[in-house]
């Protein structure tokens, strides 16, 4: 039996009047990479919804048309009060198996912690939770004789945070002390996201020791910065040989490294987007890839104002063989 996870950033997936590149342009671009991926879960991040009361995934129903993915299962990102899907970016996972089970968790085991500004004049009446973006999205899917658990990930990017008062443009800020500050509870947020899943993935470990989980998508870090360390937790981190069958394995370090990237900035090349898997799906692993043969530098088409009609992260994709 064979089964191919995958994951892709689909970079604000939208359908607004007067958009540039058009949605039809992006279609273009974005499914024949889809259709590419050949697989059998799909995580995808940055997926907008289309509508105010109503809100529906117009958008990417036309993108998936003609597609295999347009019968598979689907599970899909809420909003903050529980109505079906967010404004934009929502997360949404496609499966050729059932769905029998999902679930988002945002602030549901990590709670907000509380920070006192310390760059404002009035630190004291600037304390505040530092809620994190975006929930994350998990599925359990029916192989038959076991069950593959999928954790959808976009953490916070590593972009400082607005403080009030602290800016002068979308990107330009009054002081260094202040876009340190920002930058710090950036991180924060996205290591807080990164410590909510790995309790996820506990939560998963408690229920069965040998449970087939992946975790996927766009983390904004690189293999060995803190949240990928947190969801790994690796023996040498926690020090203790019994924890060995809790660890997840990053699964795109099997790439070799001159083509391992997922995102160019600058002229850098970065693996920003991962596959990260218990032991027990790991050694089923044949192969993983990632597509980033048409990827652009993001910053040089910020400078240049243009935006390409796919998308600044490349598509990733492992592969797994199991008995019949």
């Known amino acids: 039996m064979r089964i191919r996870i995958a994951t892709f950033n689909l970079e604000n997936l939208d359908h607004r009047p007067g958009q540039e590149p ?33 809100r529906t995934l117009k958008a990417l129903e036309a993108l998936l048309e003609g597609t295999p993915y347009a019968d598979f299962s689907r599970a899909a990102t809420q909003s903050d009060t529980g109505k079906p899907l967010r404004d934009i970016q929502n997360l949404v996972t496609l499966s050729r198996f059932p769905i029998a089970a999902h679930e988002q968790f945002r602030h ?34 029916s192989l038959g004789a076991a069950d593959l658990h999928v954790v959808n990930v976009h953490f916070r990017a590593p972009i400082a945070a607005h403080i009030a008062d602290k800016k002068t443009g979308a990107f330009e800020w009054t002081d260094a002390a ?16 990164a410590l909510e899943t790995r309790l996820v993935v506990e939560r998963l470990f408690d229920e069965d020791a040998e449970a087939l989980i992946a975790v996927a998508g766009d983390f904004n870090s690189a293999d060995r910065e803190v949240p990928v360390a947190i969801l790994r937790a ?6 203790n040989p019994e924890l060995a069958g809790r660890v997840l394995i990053t699964l795109d370090n099997a790439i070799p490294e001159h083509t391992r990237h997922s995102v160019i900035h600058g002229g850098r090349r970065v693996m920003m987007d ?20 048409l990827l652009e530098d993001e910053l040089i088409a910020y400078l240049m104002g243009v935006h390409p009609a796919g998308s600044f992260h490349a598509p990733l994709v492992a592969e797994f063989t199991f008995p019949p």
């Open 108 to 141: 549901d085991l990590v709670s907000p912690p509380a920070y006192e500004l310390a760059t404002v004049e009035t630190p004291s009446k600037n304390s505040r939770e530092i809620f994190w973006d975006r929930p994350v999205l998990y599925t359990r899917h």
């Open 234 to 239: 690796d023996v040498e981190d926690t020090g």
């Open 178 to 193: 202040s876009w340190a500050e920002g930058f710090f509870v950036a991180s924060l947020k996205r290591n807080a996201q």
């Open 22 to 54: 058009s949605l039809d342009k992006r279609i273009e671009a974005l499914r024949p990479a889809l259709v590419r991926l050949d697989a059998d879960v799909l995580c995808l991040q940055e997926v907008n919804a289309q509508g105010n009361k109503h």
């Open 274 to 293: 991962h596959i990260l898997a218990s032991r027990p799906l790991a050694n089923s692993l044949e192969r993983v890839k990632v597509h980033n043969e």
